[in-house]
């Protein structure tokens, strides 16, 4: 028979399927709850080989786990929820429910095509109100809690089309529909107050075991950043510093705080910077003389995005507020103020100093406009010659970068010589007894802009009441449904598709009763995807999002397997999620997912990243096809390290078919009889110890490519000795191999070819007639090993030069020749003999010596 993996995959699917043997109850006597995770994909109608790269070898582990023992539950569902779906609906005039749920249809048979050991009965989908019934009443629950609010935000505004756009229709600042430049628009938009955990989620980043590179994302992300709150005094300019100095009235309008992390630094600022949109400009007006050239600058910055506003390959771009002055607090310097969208408003106070010599930004800012540079820090090489008092150093482009690193202070008075590190405690100390400092702490975190002008979302809960304000839906009036609409098109005013439907914005106040309106902005998506892990413990509850004790049963998540564009998105989102749910005592755990780890990217054959342009996209229904669904898993798994990623080399998955008809060609033949003759080897049977050690250590590190390796080593050795015997009993196909080393095989195989395996197991391990579940293959035990047998013999290797003994030394048995001779060549003993000789020739005697004819 020959190894035909269409016929037997199909037939195992259905049966497994048939069977439900996948169905993870929520407690098995004597086993142990595993909650494996993969991301839920969106229904965008076709798994791709990145979705492959993620659930094959991400089956792998909770198979493995199944195996060794746990109450494994694997669940799926489906992201459904989002812009692609109303794209379609505009486009093709498909409604984006009827387009979701085909998708779904086509990718639960493509899912299904990969053998995975999915809990189909928990499957989850996001668009389904008895879904986003909860997603609502989370909303709910944030609100009460005092996490929600609405404010003005800025929109991408596309002006052609009178439409605010996604994100996502905005690449590169033009309309994805007429390609005109889209600008910003300031909309009422609905916020989560995420930024209320910032440290929380800092602080507990450390006990997970997650990517570092992940956790380092996070961080950075919320950016936490210590430093000191400096006042500035105003001054007027007209008027000579000494008198502005001695002026004492002081109000908060005449004072402009800046943050700072180098308070170490502020004799050697010599401007200070203002965001645009900073307050105190408009306090300010009447004593600005160049006001009408500020204000067309203050205008121009608001066309720009945060991002164009801060990147370092833009040129920054300013004005001076001609007539305002400030006052530097450690030196009574007087100096000038600018406005510059460099500096971000929402971030620290909106205000800066700038210190040119030592921040780059500042530096080019000051070059181009020919502002002062004082150097202040010099590093601790120079330390030597540092003068006690050097004269101001003015910019004269000499100056090319600037020194951003720690050392001693120079031009700053008392604090001359100092170390920067002291000096940054000192001058903080010094001005806060001034009242003209103190310490603060910020995050670069913002809160969670959560409301999309959308129609293919969760309707947010609110209704508008003109006497009320602001109320929230009654929780028994949940789930607010999502009409079905015709007109997918926003309004021209940038509100949802949905504003234009009558009967969904009326609706009676639920305070007073009154007539009053539903908010018709939509939930992100992402809003969505952070809480649907928590669902699939209880997916079809509806009296509540998910009961206590399955909770308690299932979650935190044991280990979630996703892609790592999601580092700071929904890793972070959820995160928050569950921090809020705890707070509010519907789940016992600080975070959800404690082992995190992401698959690497598969590239195209030529090495480029797959796209539809470049025709190098691999189709995995079409690999299916050709070589089976086993195949493509184990090749996935072999590509390369997991967390790596790799080429999809077709000669590859070829060599991996190859591999699994040999190992069916094993069994394959096998007689009845000779077959249980036992023919064990000492050699044959501390390689199979060896590689189920080997084996069971890598996938539980996810490291899949090397375990393959070793069964691959496992095979060409039991293939060797199952022709051999054959050889000796001269008959073709006359097999003898201990059956106990080819069930050994079977089980460590079974993770990566589950249909292969199964087949194998069927017809010559259990030879049953009839399919019982506690007969399959992944219903057993994974192998154990014996310590014993796998610690390897220690032997003296005996080294000779032309016959004589010239050295000995502790080396494995089964040491190879290659190895003996590169290991006797590197002892420093044996260059006495050999060193400028030429080896003519080695005798190796394997587990005893080797001699060098020189
Ligand atoms: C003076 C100074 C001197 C600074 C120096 C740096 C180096 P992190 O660590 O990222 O928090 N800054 C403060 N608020 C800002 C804003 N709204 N927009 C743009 N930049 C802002 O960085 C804090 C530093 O970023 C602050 O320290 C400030 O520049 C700048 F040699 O103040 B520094
Ligand atoms: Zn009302």
Same mark, same amino acid.
Request: hydrophobic residues 40%; charged residues 25%; neutral net charge.
């Given at each position: 028979m020959q190894y035909n993996p269409n016929k037997i995959e199909k037939k195992w699917q259905k049966i497994w399927d048939k069977a439900g043997i996948y169905q993870a109850p929520d407690k098995i006597e004597g086993k142990k709850n595993f909650y494996h995770l993969v991301m839920f994909p969106y229904p965008s109608g076709d798994l791709h080989i990145g979705h492959w790269y993620n659930f094959a070898p991400g089956d792998?582990?909770?198979?493995?786990?199944?195996?060794?023992?746990?109450?494994?539950?694997?669940?799926?569902?489906?992201?459904?929820?989002?812009l692609p779906a109303e794209n379609a609906a505009i486009r093709h005039k498909i409604d984006p429910k009827t387009w979701t749920y085909k998708n779904i249809e086509r990718m639960r048979k493509q899912l299904k095509s990969i053998g995975t050991i999915y809990d189909w009965s928990r499957e989850v989908i996001s668009c389904d109100p008895k879904y986003y019934k909860w997603t609502q009443w989370m909303f709910l629950q944030f609100f009460k809690k005092g996490l929600v609010y609405k404010?003005?935000?800025?929109?991408?505004? +596309?002006?052609? +089309?009178?439409?605010?756009?996604?994100?996502?229709?905005?690449?590169?600042?033009? +309309?994805?529909?007429?390609?005109?430049?889209?600008?910003?628009?300031?909309?009422?938009?609905?916020?989560?107050?995420?930024?209320?955990?910032?440290?929380?989620?800092?602080?507990?980043?450390?006990?997970?075991?997650?990517?570092?590179?992940?956790k380092m994302m996070q961080k950075n992300w919320i950016g936490k950043s210590e430093g000191t709150e400096i006042k500035f005094q105003i001054s007027d300019s007209q008027l000579p510093s000494v008198i502005a100095k001695m002026e004492k009235k002081e109000s908060s309008s005449t004072l402009i705080d800046v943050f700072t992390t180098r308070s170490d630094t502020l004799f050697g600022c010599t401007y200070l910077v203002l965001a645009p949109e900073h307050p105190i400009i408009n306090n300010l007006k009447s004593q600005i003389s160049n006001l009408k050239f500020v204000e067309k600058y203050i205008e121009d910055s608001k066309k720009k995005t945060e991002r164009e506003r801060v990147s370092d390959v833009k040129e920054k771009t300013g004005v001076e507020l001609k007539g305002i002055g400030a006052i530097n607090p450690v030196n009574g310097r007087e100096i000038s103020v600018w406005v510059a969208d460099y500096v971000l408003y929402h971030y620290g106070t909106g205000a800066i100093m700038a210190v040119p010599a030592h921040d780059q930004r500042d530096l080019d800012f000051a070059e181009k406009y020919n502002l002062p540079v004082i150097e202040v820090i010099r590093s601790d090489s120079q330390k030597k010659e540092l003068p006690k008092r050097t004269p101001l150093v003015v910019s004269d482009g000499r100056l090319k970068k600037a020194y951003e690193g720690e050392g001693y202070l120079l031009n700053s008075g008392r604090f001359d010589g100092m170390k920067s590190e002291t000096a940054r405690e000192r001058i903080g100390e010094w001005l806060s007894k001034k009242e003209r400092a103190k310490k603060d702490v910020y995050y670069k975190l913002r809160d969670w802009l959560i409301s999309r002008q959308r129609y293919w979302g969760a309707p947010i809960p609110m209704v508008f009441c003109k006497i009320c304000g602001w109320q929230p839906v009654k929780e028994k009036d949940l789930p607010v449904l999502l009409p079905e609409i015709r007109d997918f098109q926003p309004t021209k005013e940038g509100k949802s598709p949905l504003a234009k439907v009558k009967s969904f914005v009326g609706i009676p106040c639920p305070k007073c009763g009154d007539p009053a309106e539903r908010e018709t902005d939509t939930m992100d998506t992402f809003v969505c995807s952070s809480w649907y892990y928590l669902r699939y413990s209880d997916p079809k509850n509806d009296k509540a999002f998910a009961f206590e004790q399955k909770l308690k049963t299932w979650l935190p998540v044991t280990i979630y397997i996703g892609g790592a564009e999601h580092a700071v998105l929904h890793l972070l989102y959820s995160r928050f999620f569950n921090k809020v749910l705890k707070e509010l005592d519907f789940v016992d755990f600080k975070e959800p997912f404690s082992r995190l780890c992401h698959q690497g990217i598969i590239l195209g054959p030529d090495g480029q990243k797959m796209s539809k342009s470049r025709g190098n996209v691999v189709d995995p229904d079409t690999q299916v096809a050709k070589y089976g669904s086993d195949a493509v898993r184990m090749y996935l798994c072999f590509m390369g390290p997991y967390n790596q990623g790799g080429l999809w080399n077709p000669k590859g998955i070829e060599g991996i078919v190859r591999f699994l008809t040999r190992v069916w060609n094993l069994f394959d033949g096998l007689k009845d009889k000779e077959e249980e003759t036992q023919n064990k080897s000492e050699k044959l049977e501390r390689l199979v110890h060896k590689t189920i050690k080997k084996v069971e250590e890598d996938i539980e590190n996810l490291k899949f490519n090397t375990a393959i390796s070793a069964l691959m080593i496992l095979v060409n050795q039991l293939t060797l000795n199952s022709e051999k015997k054959s050889q000796i009993s001269n008959g073709a196909g006359n097999k003898q191999l201990a059956k106990n080393y080819l069930k050994t095989?079977?089980?460590?195989?079974?993770?990566?070819?589950?249909?292969?395996s199964e087949e194998l197991w069927q017809n010559f391990i259990i030879r049953g007639s009839k399919f019982e579940i506690q007969n399959s293959i992944h219903n057993q035990p994974w192998p154990k090993y014996d310590q014993k047998l796998i610690k390897e013999k220690i032997i003296f290797l005996i080294v000779q030069v032309n016959g004589k003994v010239r050295d000995k030394f502790e080396v494995e048995a089964d040491i190879t020749e290659k190895k003996a001779k590169e290991l006797a060549l590197s002892q420093k003993k044996m260059w006495k003999w050999t060193a400028g000789r030429e080896i003519k020739k080695v005798i190796f005697v394997p587990g005893k010596l080797i001699n060098f004819v020189v």
């Open positions: 792998v582990y909770a198979r493995f786990k199944r195996l060794q023992g746990f109450n494994v539950m694997s669940p799926i569902g489906f992201d459904a929820f989002g404010k003005k935000a800025s929109a991408n505004w +596309c002006s052609n +089309c009178q439409s605010i756009l996604a994100n996502e229709q905005a690449e590169e600042g033009r +309309c994805w529909r007429c390609e005109s430049q889209v600008g910003q628009r300031e909309v009422e938009q609905w916020f989560f107050k995420i930024t209320k955990y910032a440290e929380d989620l800092l602080k507990d980043l450390k006990d997970l075991n997650w990517p570092e590179t992940t095989l079977l089980l460590l195989l079974a993770p990566f070819a589950p249909h292969l």
